[in-house]
């Protein structure tokens, strides 16, 4: 059974820097593409940052970009995602998920075919 565990969310201050870990089991996704998701409180689930499966390339969504970086470990078949400049306006709850199948990258959520269970980032201003 895959299982997506997120974790390194938490309270921090306008400013600050956050750095949130996906742990997957149940499946190696060394050749998968590999994504960060949040949903704001009355907000749909939007995208955050995707990364490809040989992590030479990543794409943002504009609201992030220059601020939160995405990377892989395909060894610990783990991905990341650094927040730095962290503003009030990135509170949610955070979700990494995969593609649906290997070697292809998308980032719609019809794409999506594993996630995580999520974690909270809390930015106070």
């Known amino acids: 059974q895959v299982r997506l565990v997120e974790s390194g969310g938490g309270l921090v201050q306008s400013g600050d820097s956050l750095r949130l870990s996906c742990a997957a089991s149940g499946r190696t996704f060394t050749n998968y593409a590999l994504g960060w998701f949040r949903q704001a409180p009355g907000k749909e689930r939007e995208f955050v940052a995707t990364?490809?499966?040989?992590?030479?390339?990543?794409y943002y969504a504009d609201s992030v970009k220059g601020r939160f970086t995405i990377s892989r470990d395909n060894a610990k078949n783990t991905w990341y995602l650094q927040m730095n400049s962290l503003k009030p306006e990135d509170t949610a709850v955070y979700y990494c998920a995969a593609n649906n199948r290997p070697y292809e990258w998308g980032y719609q959520h019809t794409d999506l075919g594993s996630w995580g269970q999520g974690t909270q980032v809390t930015v106070s201003s």
């Open positions: 990364i490809n499966w040989r992590g030479g390339s990543t």
